[in-house]
């Protein structure tokens, strides 16, 4: 199916050089793709020596912090012009596990979307304080209310696209960006009639390295959502 993963990163030195050798081991031939935000601590010049020995690594290096959505877009751009058929992501903190790929990209086959989901049956999510998990819960359930998604975990980032989801939809329009965009894609998605499918995995709270999330963060997931849904009731 000629996958590829995009890993967006800043500052996950410690996890980066684990986590590329983990992904190029699984047995499905995995392309990874590291996009890579100019990080401090060098992790996109750590993936470039390591893609200078590994054929199926490559990292695209941008000037600065632009945030977690217009690296996905990036990432998206060039796995499509490389031919991928199907298109994961995940994040580099080990929060999204490698051993759940093989089956996501086996989900593929029969759904447009797969979603490495906290919140179906067999799912969970370890480490966590009960603060961030009570963010996230409701976080998921406003969205669901309020977009009417129908995705149990709808701000999970590990995914797995099928390459024509990605064509039919204009990434230069999406204007969220940070984990809001994901929440955007999967309102795009479903809206487009793909169908959505879930696998249970995991989820682990970072060990290495510090936390992305902040109020900022959490402030323009809610305002995504807001405009998301008044856009929806003015097409209706």
Not at 129 to 154: E, T
Not at 157 to 166: A, I, K, S
Request: proline letters at 5%.
């Amino acid at each position: 199916m000629k996958p590829t993963v995009i890993v967006p990163t800043y500052n996950e030195h410690e996890n980066i050089v684990l986590l590329v050798p983990e992904l190029l081991a699984l047995p499905v031939g995995l392309n990874v793709l590291v996009v890579d935000d100019n990080s401090p601590d060098s992790t996109g010049l750590i993936v470039e020596e390591m893609a200078a020995r590994q054929p199926r690594l490559s990292v695209i290096h941008r000037p600065g912090k632009l945030g977690l959505g217009t690296a996905y877009i990036a990432g998206f751009k060039k796995a499509l012009a490389t031919g991928a058929e199907r298109i994961l992501t995940m994040d580099a903190d080990y929060s999204h596990h490698p051993r759940y790929i093989p089956v996501m990209i086996e989900r593929s086959q029969t759904a447009d979307l797969v979603i490495g989901s906290r919140y179906v049956r067999g799912g969970g999510a370890m480490g966590r304080s009960l603060p961030l998990r009570l963010v996230s819960y409701s976080g998921n359930a406003f969205a669901k209310i309020v977009l009417g998604l129908r995705a149990m975990d709808c701000t999970a980032g590990f995914r797995c696209y099928r390459r024509d989801v990605l064509e039919a939809i204009d990434l230069d329009s999406i204007i969220s960006n940070g984990y809001s965009f994901l929440i955007e894609m999967l309102y795009l998605v479903q809206r487009r009639g793909w169908t959505v499918a879930e696998v249970p995995i995991c989820y682990m709270d970072r060990q290495l390295g510090a936390s992305k999330i902040s109020r900022a963060e959490v402030t323009r997931a809610l305002y995504t959502v807001v405009r998301l849904g008044a856009s929806r009731v003015l097409r209706r």
